[in-house]
């Protein structure tokens, strides 16, 4: 699986490569995502894409790399990661190196629940 992730984070660069692990048949497969965002150092998975795949799957992570950057966590993946509930997997490429965030609290309910405004 790892030379997958690679090879797409290869064809990607120097844009962020993304992706999404999935659960299939009790097993964990990697599926590659187009990403979307418009600035290189950022990572959007096509919506449609996600939809198309959470609809059929449990979704267990999400993956993206950091082209020429350290693996570490921005605040942007630690915001998101936490909003999902899903742990990101970051790799710096082309080194491979792996932090793998997981989300800190998770808010279902609407009472109660935290809004941030990102604009």
Not at 24 to 45: L, M, Q, S, Y
Not at 48 to 74: F, W
Not at 81 to 99: A, K, N, R, T, V
Request: a negative charge; one cysteine or more.
């Amino acid at each position: 699986m790892i030379e997958e992730i690679e090879s797409h984070f290869q064809k990607e660069y120097p844009k962020e490569g993304c992706g999404l692990l999935i659960e299939k048949h009790e097993k964990t497969k990697w599926v590659p995502c187009t990403n979307v965002a418009e600035r290189g150092e950022d990572f959007i998975i096509d919506p449609q894409e996600y939809i198309n795949l959470v609809k059929r799957y449990k979704i267990v992570g999400i993956v993206h790399s950091h082209p020429d950057l350290p693996c570490e966590a921005s605040e942007n993946d630690k915001r998101y990661c936490d909003f999902l509930g899903i742990p990101y997997y970051i790799f710096s490429y082309p080194s491979m190196e792996l932090e793998i965030l997981e989300p800190k609290e998770r808010v279902v309910s609407i009472i109660g629940r935290k809004y941030e405004n990102f604009a």
